[in-house]
């Protein structure tokens, strides 16, 4: 077994020690600093660190504030209130005059569990979609979660950053090195291309292993950034492989499988599946529970493989 | 009414040798406010549309900031201790456009562009389009986070400018302007001055009849802020209300500004139809006979 890390603890982290290096990082949060970790950064860097209360809306406004004044203000809070709960803040204070402001937002998806569908956020990635000029990672390990916030700490203009609320085995090591607008190849592969996103991108791997000892062979990308998009590896995917499934914990609306079916229907239509949440609320239940009742699973994966094979066979 | 240039002698519009702007004289200043409404008029009814009413209520409140009370360099749009204004009530455009122009950041010429194709003059203040505009605005209730952002980075970097910020009364509905009010005096942000544009009409009519704020002064104290009520109109009382503003130690400053929407031309005074109406060819020909 993997080692098992939670992002928003490698998160909180690294902005202490990006705190450390940079006197300009500073960080807001909306009182959940405990959650999301930058209490870490609270307490070293107290003159720094503005808890806003319970008020998004102000929060984002405070942070396109502090960027149009030489700062880089990482924002904090859980994912279905930012961009949710702040929408029109984010679009006019940050996004259209692209300002440098880093919305980090945790515990979304999900897997966020018992909590409940009012604390489930599985529609953020279709609104941070929407904003022309944003950067938009959603980090598939705590390795790739510090490389995402450090490169967006050291890049100019607006980034939403999707961290999740569970542990999750690492699939990389140290010497990984996040790169913008380009899918991680994890598995070379030829017969499908299974295409995945945060927290799926383990199931991903887990059914490519399952599908290979039936002798399919899976090509894994890990399509961390979904804002610069990399169209080409879709495309490569699409002509070398015939067939694509995606998968990310979000709504089928909005997220990567929608992106990457325009991508193909735009220049190499072949089968798509979409491993996603179909048009519903969940429900309140236990992580792992959710993820499989709400078709989110290894299993899940491997059924939408053998559909597209199917599909690429007629 | 003291300068608060030392360096200048003079009061021409175009600066001292350091570049930053000169503060005029009371006479000046009034002179500004004839030709700022005559801008407003002209350019609103050129492009066929825009907020003439919130534009013309304000002309005082703009002519003291940009032309007696802030520090700034028209030739240095990043001067980093220049004083910030941000205009919440970003549907007053064209009255910051208008001052700009004469301030000397764009030749006045380029206001006969407003809500053009490819004019740097948007419908809505952008500041990646206009020279001098420190905040994108128009969806209300934004202006006071953004400003608070703007003060808090001047304190961490030990920088002296002072943050302006103007609110309409109407964009006081929105709940995002009482988030930024209980911020702004929990962070103690003194190198902010909140002006509200209280000229008592909304889009859909009074205030009191659309959605009432009063007691509005009191709100504002409630929420920790030193309040300062102040004829809108009158130059001189408006410059020491906001000299008098700067000065409050410890928690952040409003000055509300009681004034008349539509301010200047008789028949768009008062008159909830010229909030978003641009006059037509008779009306502005009637308008800038008025403004002469």
Redesign the interface.
Known sequence: MPQEVAMREAYGKALVEMGRENPDI?VLDADLSKSTMTHFFAKEFP??F?D??I?E???????????????I?FASTFAVFMPGRCF??V???IA???LNVKLVSTHSGITVGEDGISHQAIEDLALANSFPGFNIVVPADAIEAVQAVKFAAATDGPFYIRLVRPKSPLIYDERYRFEPGKASVLREGVDVAIIATGLMVVEALKASEILKSDGISCRVLNMSSLKPFDEQAVNTAATETGAIVTAEEHLEHGGLGSTVARIVAKYHPVPVEIVAIKDTYAESAKPDELMQKYGLTAKNIEQAVRRVIERKKR | MPSNNPDSKTSAAHGTPAGVFSSLTLEEMQAVARKLRRHIVSMIGKAGSGHPGGSLSAVEIITALFFHVMRHKPSDLCWPERDRFILSKGHAAPLLYASLAECGYYPPEELATLRRLGSRLQGHVDRTCTPGVEMSAGALGQGLSFGIGVALAGRLNSQDYHVYVLLGDGECDEGQVWEAAMAAAHFKVDNLTAIVDNNGIQLDGWNRDIMNLEPFGKKWEAFGWQVIEVDGHDLSRLVDALEKAKRVEGKPAVVIAHTIKGKGVSFMENKVDFHGKAPDAAQLELAMKELA
């Open positions: 500073v003159k720094r503005f806003c209360g008020a809306q102000n929060m984002v406004g405070i942070a396109a504030g502090l960027a149009a004044s030489g700062k203000p029109d803040q679009r006019m204070s259209q005059p692209r």
